[in-house]
T-cell receptor, first 122, second 108 residues
Framework: QVQLVQSGAEVKKPGASVKVSCKAS????????MHWVRQAPGQGLEWVGIINPTTGNTVYAQKLQGRVTMTRDTSTSTVYMELSSLRFEDTAVYSC?????????WGAGDYWGQGTLVTVSS | EIVLTQSPGTLSLSPGERATLSCRAS???????LAWHQQKPGQAPRLLIYDASSRATGIPDRFSGSGSGTDFTLTISRLEPEDFAVYYCQQYGTSPVTFGQGTKVEIK
């Protein structure tokens, strides 16, 4: 069965960086895009970006351009989302979600990780 | 970017009633790449509908999606107790991917 297992909660100071991992299993990792989505406390869903695990190509939300980096390790079927220069407003649950077939449309996100709470606090 | 506006913000209904949720896009959604997700407190979202009207794996047939262009609807034919949650629409046909602000379906 498809599973996406994320790394644990993080507490960071403003200006620091955080790197969240998402390990996939139960399907061919390189065959599907992976989205990252975040949700601030009590708020709605916000798209962070997407990575093509086959090529490593990425597209990021414009508001996070320059601060977010997504990478993948095909040997361990893991994608990573790193966010730098953290601000208080980056406090949120960050989730990975499997997208569509690589090379096709991005897809909606049919399987989700359990989410990783990133807290930015001084 | 495509702005998705969901209405109503909150829907107060009783089990067994029919729920109709709306999602309106600021411009046409490419190839009807519109999805609906359900989210319960403390849980990850769950995909219900993709491509505007296709049910995701394991989703009961009381959930149905319709619409095209800029107007989309999620219908829950008869509400079960486990259906009370927040519902988000999402478009993934045009970059950036965007979500609506959510509709909360609560018990009346």
């Amino acid at each position: 069965q498809v599973q996406l297992v994320q790394s644990g909660a993080e507490v960071k100071k403003p200006g620091a960086s955080v790197k969240v991992s998402c390990k996939a299993s139960g399907y061919t990792f390189s065959n599907y895009y992976m989205h990252w989505v975040r949700q601030a406390p009590g708020q709605g869903l916000e798209w962070v970006g997407i990575i093509n695990p086959t090529t490593g190509n990425t597209v990021y939300a414009q508001k996070l351009q320059g601060r977010v980096t997504m990478t993948r390790d095909t040997s361990t079927s893991t994608v990573y989302m790193e966010l730098s220069s953290l601000r208080f407003e980056d406090t949120a649950v960050y989730s990975c979600a499997r997208g569509g077939v690589s090379g096709s449309n991005w897809g909606a996100g049919d399987y989700w990780g359990q989410g990783t709470l990133v807290t930015v606090s001084s | 970017e495509i702005v998705l506006t969901q209405s109503p913000g909150t829907l107060s209904l009783s089990p067994g009633e029919r729920a109709t949720l709306s999602c309106r896009a600021s411009q046409s959604v490419s190839s009807s790449k519109l999805a609906w997700h359900q989210q319960k407190p403390g849980q990850a979202p769950r995909l219900l509908i993709y491509d505007a009207s296709s049910r995701a794996t394991g989703i009961p047939d009381r959930f149905s999606g319709s619409g095209s262009g800029t107007d989309f609807t999620l219908t829950i034919s008869r509400l079960e107790p486990e259906d009370f949650a927040v519902y988000y629409c999402q478009q993934y046909g045009t970059s950036p991917v965007t979500f609506g602000q959510g509709t909360k379906v609560e018990i009346k």
